[in-house]
């Protein structure tokens, strides 16, 4: 056997090459399947936060003992020793004694080990506390105070109330790193104020004893016992974490129709779960789609490879026919050297196939990833044996059969042509009514990836049918024109009985390529689309709440008076979840700052919704004096004797932007005129937003007010003229004009004929907010705005808004804070920018006025969270088989060169010794093989370009897709044609190289081999 391998040492390693490339791809599978369940599971797991993953059992009538029984005893390898804790509400009074503040006693195991004891002691005993930091600053506590506590109870529940007295042992401080140890933060409320509970400080960390021994301070009635087991990470993996979602899952339903005894359940490890069996399920489907591609490729080149070394050993079956050794000798000849070659190959891919994974799992995968050899690897390698036996069998049997007489001509008759058509013709019209499918929409999902393979082998096939016309007619032009060398190269290239398997060989691989390119380039322009819409800019800095906008605005405008680098981004929802948000922001800097994926900035008409141009009218001083002159003012209706409630208002915004209605004087019937005297909340300037006249509930009020002769202080006060101020509405009727007396004061013309008119508004106020749309909204339209509902109306729209869900609309931050409704808004405060040198200075100055940053998320922080998911790691894979294709096809041209350089060679002799130069030898043997990869090439890479059109909007692009939808599937050219050009030059390179080393081979001594 190896004396015969010896002669044919190319076509040994191509067979032994192929086996193996064979058995990778289809060991590949299974491993880059667990890899990826892997991954995801690891990754899900990182970004997952301590509250996710732990377990916590929350109870005020079971004891911590009581909630261990609770946990299932099958999650213990999984988890780490419970932590227990104990907490009991109270409240304390100040040291000053002038009112009390609430908190909680709080004991947990290893507090002293977590907690840094910046001065005084960590607790021991009953009766002994610890307190933070911020609560000695903002309360005055000091160590060995003696402190009163009384329990805070619901009066609904119980009437009994717990009191006592605890002494401070200790300052702590919680370490940066174990802010939210136990899912419980210590620290953060000192000095603010909880809804319905009143001001609060920090947690009073205290021995156990303080709760539950005998000689506690008190003896509470409601101890709130927590018990949180930590998930062991590195105990964890895909199998366990699909094990453990489902019995938490049961854990929260018996907790919820348990006993009596209330047990709060927080985790989120069912849901975490669920997300990594659907995103292993999306990705094995893609998987195993992609691989089997690369495999039908792989087996039919290794059909075509055994089929060609067959043919080359026909002589030898011949011999060993006619010595009379049959058709089982022959066979057992052939077999003796196939199959140890091929078997060899395929224990080289089982060996090689879990570093080739390891090395993808490093490049693809996020996090470290085991490469572990499961029952699929096994079955995976004992396929391969499978496959490779029965192609070998099928090529030797195929070789067997054949008469002596066919075996001892030098080209195989042609006995099956007829056969070979059908097939070829059926293969046609099954990829081509795939792809009908395909467009029509009935091949969907991972199935769409066949989409390259079915037309590049139709293309491949036809193209295949035509080789032998188009060279004719190319052949006989370039005989006509005198290009003798050419049209003989042409004609060479029909002759070859290799050709049209190859030509349809590169048609497949380079379609895969393009295809393959096409989708990765695509997936990671779609990814990174939609995390620019997520995060909606470069850097997102969200703001803890109480974070006043104002004050946001004033700390951004302090950093970056340009408006360049910084906006606020306010988000205010309705209590509805399918109310669309309305997000201020600074139209000045969000154009510059924030993303715009597949639209533009400039796309929205942001000059049309600033606020209004217009200098306010400030007002300063404490007192405001002036005459009231009415004319022609008229009450009807039922209340109509109730002159008393007939009032002129001024609406103003105090410094620290809060809205004051200040009532100056009753208002004369008739014509008349009456002095006030009022006082103003306005020591430190406010801006006069506008003039009201408040009627009796039930009457209708008509006539002109006018306020004369106005003094702030002392000091001549004007409300500007008429243009200064707009004319105001409502829905029922009433209404309120500007207008002036004939020494220019302003005045109002009211008419009323429901209800108490509208305050008329200052032209520095916008009324209705201007706002872009992303909906169909047209006109005027309500919609939540931070201090309540507010009028908008639509200037302009925008494809999308940026971080924000479908159907917002944008306004002008500025022009809503000049609004005077009233009212606490469901809103969000963030800062966007697209510097973090300015953002960090912002950051400072935002905690000098006391607004507390929460997190800062940037735009490569969410792409990385949509890189780790089986969607992105299928792509991924993609690349990985369209560049396995490209291999698969050079081997297939080695082959061809290996199993007939010799003829080819003699013929090229043949040649020179008719006196053909070599350059002439050399361009004809080039040319007996460039136009077919080149022409395949380009067709291939044409059919990879359509079926990416045709299928990548059917291939899932996100694991979970985002809710505003940025994909574009507009096809990369560059990647593309890129890729598909250094796919043309390697298989244009092989050619230039295989035809020079045949030409060289064109020795005159050859012609003794004839």
Not at 283 to 305: E, F, K, N, P
Not at 705 to 718: I, K
Request: with cysteine; charged share 20%.
């Amino acid at each position: 056997m190896w004396s015969r391998i010896r002669h044919r040492r190319f076509q040994a390693l191509s067979l032994l090459s192929l086996a193996a490339l064979l058995t990778t791809c289809l060991c590949l599978g299974p491993l880059y399947q667990r890899a990826m369940e892997q991954g995801l599971a690891g990754s899900v797991l990182t970004q997952a936060t301590p509250e996710q993953t732990s377990v916590r059992l929350d109870s005020s009538d079971l004891s911590a003992e009581e909630l261990e029984r609770l946990f299932p005893a099958r999650l213990d390898p999984y988890f780490s020793d419970p932590d227990v804790s104990l907490a009991a509400p109270v409240k304390v009074v100040l040291p000053d004694g002038s009112f009390s503040v609430v908190t909680r006693l709080y004991a947990a195991d290893g507090a002293c080990e977590r907690l840094e004891v910046a001065s005084g002691r960590c607790p021991t005993g009953s009766g002994e506390v610890m307190v933070s930091t911020a609560d000695i600053e903002t309360n005055g506590w000091t160590v060995g105070s003696q402190v009163d506590v009384t329990e805070r109870v619901d009066p609904n529940v119980s009437d009994e109330v717990a009191s006592g007295t605890v002494t401070v042992v200790g300052v702590y401080e919680v370490p940066p790193a174990d802010g939210d140890w136990l899912d419980a933060p210590l620290t953060g409320r000192a000095g603010t104020v909880v809804p319905e509970v009143g001001t609060a400080t920090d947690d009073w960390v205290t021995a156990p004893d303080s709760l539950t021994a005998a000689d506690a301070p008190a003896q509470w009635h409601k101890i709130t016992s927590s018990t949180l087991w930590t998930l062991d990470l590195d105990a964890v993996d895909h199998d366990s974490l699909l094990v453990i979602g489902p019995i938490v899952d049961e854990l929260r339903q018996e907790a919820l129709q348990g006993n009596s005894a209330a047990v709060l359940l927080l985790t989120d490890l069912p849901g975490l779960s669920e997300r990594v069996a659907s995103g292993s399920e999306q990705g094995r489907t893609t998987v195993v789609v992609l691989i089997s591609q690369l495999l039908v490729l792989v087996s039919v080149v290794l059909w075509m490879v055994l089929v060609g070394a067959t043919d080359d050993r026909r002589a030898e079956l011949a011999l060993a026919r006619l010595r009379g050794r049959g058709r089982r000798g022959a066979a057992a000849y052939l077999l003796s050297e196939l199959l140890p070659l091929t078997l060899g190959g395929v224990a080289v891919g089982v060996l090689v196939s879990p570093f080739v994974m390891a090395l993808v799992a490093k490049i693809v995968f996020p996090v470290p990833v085991p490469i572990e050899v499961t029952g699929g690897f096994v079955l995976a390698a004992l396929a391969a044996v499978a496959a490779v036996l029965a192609v070998v069998l099928l090529a030797a049997r195929r070789a067997v059969r054949e008469p002596v007489d066919s075996l001892l001509r030098a080209v195989p008759a042609r006995h099956t042509a007829t056969g070979t058509g059908v097939i070829e013709i059926a293969t046609i019209v099954f990829s081509l009514t795939a792809v009908a499918a395909l467009v029509s929409g009935r091949l969907e999902g991972p199935l769409a990836t066949l989409a390259p393979s079915l037309l590049a082998v139709a293309a491949g096939l036809l193209l295949g049918r035509a080789l032998g016309p188009v060279t004719r007619f190319v052949s006989v032009r370039l005989m006509r024109g005198g290009r003798a060398v050419a049209a003989a190269g042409i004609v060479n290239a029909v002759r070859r009985p290799a050709a049209r398997r190859v030509l349809a060989m590169v048609v497949v691989a380079t379609a895969l390529l393009g295809f393959c390119v096409d989708a990765l380039v695509t997936g990671q322009h779609n990814r990174q689309n939609a995390a620019e819409q997520l995060n909606g800019a470069p850097y997102s800095l969200s703001l803890q709440r109480p974070a006043r906008p104002a004050d946001v605005v004033a700390a951004l405008r302090a950093v970056d008076p340009d408006h360049r680098h910084l906006t606020p981004v306010v988000t205010t929802t309705g209590n509805g979840s399918l109310t669309a948000p309305t997000v201020a922001v600074d139209p000045r800097a969000f154009p510059r700052v924030a993303f715009f994926p597949l639209s533009s900035a400039e796309r929205g008409d942001w000059d049309a919704i600033l606020a209004p141009g217009v200098d306010p009218l400030v007002l300063t001083g404490t007192t405001l004096e002036g005459t009231v002159a009415s004319h022609e003012v008229r009450l009807r209706g039922p209340a109509r004797k109730r002159v008393d409630d007939l009032v002129v208002s001024l609406q103003v915004l105090t410094s620290d932007v809060t809205t004051e209605l200040v009532d100056l004087s009753l208002i004369p019937l008739a014509d008349g005129t009456t002095a006030f005297s009022t006082g103003l909340p306005c020591a430190e300037a406010c801006t006069v937003t506008g003039i009201g006249v408040r009627a009796p509930i039930g009457s209708e009020v008509s006539g002109t007010v006018v306020l004369r002769d106005l003094t702030a202080d002392g000091s001549p006060f004007s409300l500007g003229p008429v243009t200064a101020w707009r004319r105001v509405s409502d829905d029922l009727g009433s209404s309120v004009v500007p207008a002036a007396d004939p020494e220019g004061n302003l005045g109002v013309l009211v008419s009323s004929e429901a209800a108490t008119p509208p305050v008329m508004l200052s032209a520095w106020v916008p009324s209705p907010v201007p706002a872009l749309v992303t909906g169909r909204e047209k006109g005027v339209f309500a919609a939540p705005a931070p201090e309540g509902q507010i009028d908008l109306q639509a200037v302009g729209t925008l494809d999308r808004v940026p971080g924000s869900s479908l159907g917002s609309r944008v306004v002008d931050l500025d022009g809503v804070l000049r609004r005077p409704e009233a009212g606490d808004g469901n809103y969000a405060v963030e800062v966007w920018s697209d510097d973090a040198r300015v953002l960090a200075r912002a950051e400072t100055e935002l905690r000098k006025r006391g607004i507390l940053p929460a997190q800062l998320t940037t735009v490569d922080d969410v792409r990385s969270e949509l890189d780790a998911s089986p969607a992105a790691w299928s792509l991924a894979l993609s690349v990985l088989v369209g560049g396995a294709s490209v291999l698969v096809a050079m081997l297939v041209m080695l082959v061809a060169t290996a199993t007939t350089w010799r003829a080819r060679a003699n013929d090229l002799a043949a040649l020179r010794m008719a006196g053909l130069p070599s350059p002439s030898l050399r361009r004809l043997e080039l040319l007996g093989q460039l136009p077919v990869i080149l022409v395949g090439a380009l067709v291939g890479s044409a059919c990879g370009v359509v079926a990416a059109v045709l299928a990548l909007p059917e291939v899932r692009q996100f694991t979970d897709p985002p809710a505003v939808d940025t994909t574009d599937f507009a096809t990369p050219w560059v990647a593309v044609l890129v890729a598909c050009g250094v796919g043309l030059v390697l298989l244009a390179g092989l050619v230039v190289v295989t035809s020079r080393w045949t030409a060289r081979r064109a020795r005159l001594g050859r012609m003794r081999e004839v």
